[in-house]
T-cell receptor, first 112, second 117 residues
């Protein structure tokens, strides 16, 4: 079956630090890959996505590149802000049943 | 972007009562909606896939008689937790699938926090 593995949190960084949250996946075929963000007290929001190998998704300074050879979709940001503090979920859609499979979530805490 | 709403945003109920949660796609039609459950400090687990005009498809381990899903229209799906018990306390999130040509994206509702006393 499909699975998504992401690094356990919490990840604590100082403002303006570089962020990497690792995500690897197992899936049949050619899945689409997503990063969702959940701010405190809110629901999930789509942060970025990539639908095929070597695609780079980007939004709000965050980036992730679909690496089929390493089955990875690591989330990066060059300079985090306090407002980026949230839980980040990596997910895949196998484009068959169209349901999402989520990783366990990584809590990011950014300190001033 | 596309908007999905949920109502209520939070509910407290007594054990044994039933609770209905609504999920609406506000500015698009969704033939497929999904219901997820999120336990504290854990990821989201898919409970069921809700298809307009047909029966929902439940994931393994989810009791369909306890979690009743009705997708009555292209903009509304409801989840009813019947005879709720404290172990049903959780954060329930729905999503609606938007199809634009070959592109499909799921948009999530803000979630409903259920506390069963």
């Amino acid at each position: 079956g499909n699975s998504v593995t992401q690094m356990e949190g919490p990840v604590t960084l100082s403002e303006e630090a570089f962020l990497t949250i690792n995500c690897t996946y197992t899936a049949t075929g050619y899945p689409s890959l997503f990063w969702y963000v959940q701010y405190p007290g809110e629901g999930l929001q789509l942060l970025l996505k990539a639908t095929k190998a070597d695609d780079k998704g980007s939004n709000k300074g965050f980036e992730a590149t679909y690496r089929k050879e390493t089955t990875s979709f690591h989330l990066e940001k060059g300079s985090v802000q306090v407002s980026d503090s949230a839980v980040y979920f990596c997910a895949l859609n196998d484009n068959a049943g169209n349901m999402l499979t989520f990783g366990g979530g990584t809590r990011l805490m950014v300190k001033p | 972007g596309a908007v999905v709403s949920q109502h209520p945003s939070w509910v407290i109920c007594k054990s044994g009562t039933s609770v209905k949660i609504e999920c609406r796609s506000l500015d698009f039609q969704a033939t497929t909606m999904f219901w997820y459950r999120q336990f504290p400090k854990q990821s989201l687990m898919l409970m069921a896939t809700s298809n307009e005009g047909s029966k929902a498809t439940y994931e393994q381990g989810v009791e369909k008689d306890k979690f009743l899903i009705n997708h009555a229209s292209l903009t509304l799906s409801t989840l009813t937790v019947t005879s709720a018990h404290p172990e049903d306390s959780s954060f329930y999130i729905c999503s609606a699938r938007l199809e634009r040509g070959a592109q499909e994206t799921q948009y999530f509702g803000p979630g409903t926090r259920l506390l069963v006393l």
